[in-house]
């Protein structure tokens, strides 16, 4: 989310020394512009670094328990890591760590994967201390509702007042709207749902004079590149898209209110970006200034003009500031390393995972094309309507592989053959003309191409899984599995198209501890003033014994158990009547219910208690979630108790041949 003083390096800690929201905005404001006018100074007068070309990475990362859900551990492992390239993230069970930067040349994806490989060791051994692992996933499969509530949130100043300000612009919750293969609905409260998307973020240095040109190559390969490297379809237990993450983070943080979405243009914050780029990277900052309010008040310190005059470099904090609060997906960034200005390019829309070499492929992908594309076909303004790149970025979150994308000459081609047939040799050349060896070029192209022809992204192999777990009936068991074989082959160290679909099975650990872990969402409700004739039909159609009655804004009103039903019917039946009664004529009002995250333990004692069968499930609000039947226990029961008999018959075995 910040900008970096170096590719990849810790920003500078003077901008983190004042409080956000002290002090005066139209200080900042002041300063912002400062910065400006210094940077297109800068630029003007080629003082832009430009003889030296430098990638850098950022990695996010997922912390889970020992039951492979969210583990709020971040500052635990953050003090005993104790190191400054590891930093804190919008979650408590998230973490970033900042690799050194690195020159584009000789074995330097070789020496990224190597700084990969420690980095996440060492903030693996910490989460073991703490009974954690990490896990690389662009959202992380356990994720649930209860999981992105402000009770997670990094207790930071800045992350508070972001989202405070964020709420306050909106004026009023967050829509959520994804439709894919199956389609997610809902609204929130925070700018939490952000924390469900960690990335592989790589940054690029390029020359001042050249940056134009890069830049909108940068867009031009973001379709094919997303296409080839997603690995983020499920949130929620639903299959949405191949990057749900473009869509998720859009919306989750989108600050406009229902005013400027509806009716004016103005786009969100998270976006691809409107056309191509004319005249130099202070553009786009000029763009991102005069559309996006500052989200921090108060004055940073430095006067960046002043610094120019005086012959220093100056830090451009404010306008670094703001621009770690605008989220393009190509971003320009700003930095000064080793006393010498320079800009880089930040890709932001690569996933996190699905292992280790797999991100370094994905690295060495976009790298490639950055250097090969732009010496095929010089700017590509030229040569494409920024529309048409545009859509080929969203076709490719949408549908990955199978993408449909308008290219150069005015040719339709699929992702995948686009890939395998141009760009993936073009990259290869790319990494060629930066003189890296053939070997790191062989190695990890040689896994984008693999992976492509196999059509075996992260996602594809997710979306395969999540089917062949169809099995297991809860959603916490089909996560728990999910997560714990994504565990198991990123330690393996081989790259997704070479992981085998998963299995069904029942994945280890304590995966129905709450009710929301084993509830059924998928209901059938009646309202309070339909017959009680239809509340049978749904009974005797669905195989159900229970139908709640919900009002029209899905608040639980009462209960139907096919019990009460059979004997209103039965003593009509007798009478030979024919009743127009309806729901609320015999439902029970006094409805024992319980909320998503009542202990399941606690649930079937209150169960036993009331001798009752079915337990509805509501939130806060008293909206109906869910429902726990007697059905749902026995099927959790049934495996467990499975496996309890098989472990005392082996036992019955050792003792008897013993």
Same mark, same amino acid.
């Given at each position: 989310m910040t900008d970096r003083t170096t590719p990849n390096r810790p920003r500078s800690r003077a901008a983190d020394h004042k409080v956000p929201g002290s002090g005066d905005h139209r200080e900042f404001t002041r300063e912002l512009l400062r910065d400006l006018q210094a940077l297109e100074r800068m630029v003007v007068a080629n003082q832009i670094e430009s003889d030296v070309c430098r990638v850098g990475a950022e990695q996010e990362l997922f912390i889970v328990d020992r039951d492979w859900m969210p583990a709020p551990l971040s500052s635990e492992l953050l003090e005993e890591i104790d190191?400054?390239?590891?930093?804190?993230?919008?979650?408590?069970?998230?973490?970033?760590?900042?690799?050194?930067?690195?020159?584009?040349?000789?074995?330097?994806?070789?020496?990224? =994967?190597?700084?990969?490989?420690?980095?996440?060791?060492?903030?693996?051994?910490? @989460?073991?201390?703490?009974?954690?692992s990490i896990i690389l996933a662009g959202i992380l499969p356990t994720l649930s509702r209860r999981h992105v509530t402000l009770e997670y949130m990094t207790p930071k100043d800045r992350y508070r007042k972001l989202n405070e300000t964020m709420t306050r612009l909106r004026g009023g919750p967050y829509d959520l709207r994804i439709k894919g293969r199956d389609e997610m609905m809902l609204h929130h409260d925070n700018v939490m749902l952000e924390a469900c998307n960690t990335s592989f973020q790589i940054h690029l240095q390029v020359a001042g004079h050249d940056f134009v040109r890069c830049y909108n190559v940068a867009q031009l390969i973001s379709g094919p590149v997303?296409?080839?490297?997603?690995?983020?379809?499920? &949130?929620?237990?639903?299959?949405?898209?191949?990057?749900?993450?473009?869509?998720?983070?859009?919306?989750?943080?989108?600050?406009?209110?229902?005013?400027?979405?509806?009716?004016?243009?103005?786009?969100?914050?998270?976006?691809? $970006?409107?056309?191509?780029?004319?005249?130099?990277?202070? =553009?786009?900052?000029?763009?991102?200034?005069?559309?996006?309010?500052? &989200?921090?008040g108060g004055g940073l310190g430095e006067n960046s003009i002043e610094e120019l005059a005086a012959g220093?470099?100056?830090?451009?904090? @404010?306008?670094?500031?703001?621009?770690?609060?605008?989220?393009?997906?190509?971003?320009?960034?700003?930095?000064?390393?080793?006393?010498?200005?320079?800009?880089?390019? =930040?890709?932001?829309?690569?996933?996190?995972?699905?292992?280790?070499?797999?991100?370094?492929?994905?690295?060495?992908?976009?790298?490639? &094309?950055?250097?090969?594309?732009?010496?095929?076909? $010089?700017?590509?303004?030229?040569l494409l309507p920024f529309g048409a790149v545009r859509r080929n970025f969203l076709r490719a979150a949408r549908s990955g592989l199978a993408a449909q994308f308008l290219w150069l000459e005015g040719k339709q081609v699929t992702a995948q053959r686009l890939l395998l047939d141009e760009l993936i040799p073009l990259a290869r050349k790319g990494l060629r003309d930066h003189g890296c060896t053939a070997g790191d070029i062989d190695r990890y192209l040689g896994i984008i191409e693999a992976r492509v022809a196999n059509r075996t992204t992260g996602s594809n192999w997710l979306v395969r899984s999540h089917d062949m777990l169809s099995e297991v009936d809860t959603v916490a068991g089909r996560a728990a599995g999910l997560v714990q074989e994504m565990h198991a082959h990123q330690q393996s160290g081989k790259p997704v198209h070479e992981w085998p679909t998963l299995e069904p099975s029942r994945p280890t650990g304590n995966y129905c501890a709450t009710v929301d872990q084993i509830m059924t969402t998928d209901l059938f409700t009646i309202h309070p003033d339909e017959l009680i004739h239809l509340a049978a039909h749904v009974m005797d159609w669905k195989h159900v014994r229970h139908v709640p009655v919900e009002d029209e804004q899905q608040h639980l009103v009462g209960l139907i158990s096919h019990r009460v039903l059979l004997r209103v019917l039965a003593r009509q039946a007798t009478a030979g009547e024919s009743s127009s009664m309806r729901a609320r004529d015999i439902m029970t009002t006094d409805v024992?219910?319980?909320?998503?995250?009542?202990?399941?333990?606690?649930?079937?004692?209150?169960?036993?208690?009331?001798?009752?069968?079915?337990?509805?499930?509501?939130?806060?609000?008293? =909206?109906?979630?869910?429902?726990?039947?007697?059905?749902?226990?026995?099927?959790?029961?049934?495996?467990?108790?499975?496996?309890f008999l098989n472990h005392a018959q082996a036992d019955d075995r050792i003792e008897s041949d013993a």
């Open positions: 190191d400054p390239r590891f930093t804190t993230e919008l979650a408590r069970y998230n973490m970033e760590v900042n690799l050194d930067p690195l020159v584009l040349r000789d074995d330097c994806l070789t020496s990224l =994967e190597t700084q990969l490989r420690d980095a996440i060791a060492r903030a693996a051994k910490a @989460a073991r201390n703490h009974d954690g997303l296409a080839a490297t997603t690995n983020s379809p499920v &949130l929620f237990d639903r299959q949405l898209w191949s990057e749900t993450r473009i869509a998720l983070f859009q919306q989750g943080i989108d600050d406009r209110s229902r005013h400027l979405a509806q009716f004016r243009s103005k786009p969100p914050r998270v976006s691809f $970006g409107a056309r191509w780029l004319e005249r130099s990277a202070v =553009e786009v900052f000029e763009e991102d200034i005069a559309r996006f309010r500052t &989200l921090f220093r470099v100056p830090q451009l904090l @404010a306008l670094r500031q703001h621009n770690g609060t605008v989220y393009r997906w190509n971003r320009p960034c700003y930095g000064v390393s080793d006393g010498r200005p320079h800009l880089r390019i =930040e890709c932001r829309y690569i996933p996190s995972g699905p292992s280790i070499v797999d991100e370094v492929a994905n690295a060495a992908l976009w790298l490639g &094309l950055m250097a090969g594309i732009t010496k095929r076909c $010089g700017n590509p303004a030229e024992v219910a319980v909320t998503p995250d009542t202990p399941t333990l606690e649930a079937i004692e209150l169960l036993h208690k009331n001798e009752i069968s079915c337990l509805p499930v509501v939130n806060d609000q008293g =909206e109906l979630v869910g429902i726990l039947t007697e059905r749902d226990l026995i099927r959790i029961a049934t495996p467990l108790l499975r496996r």
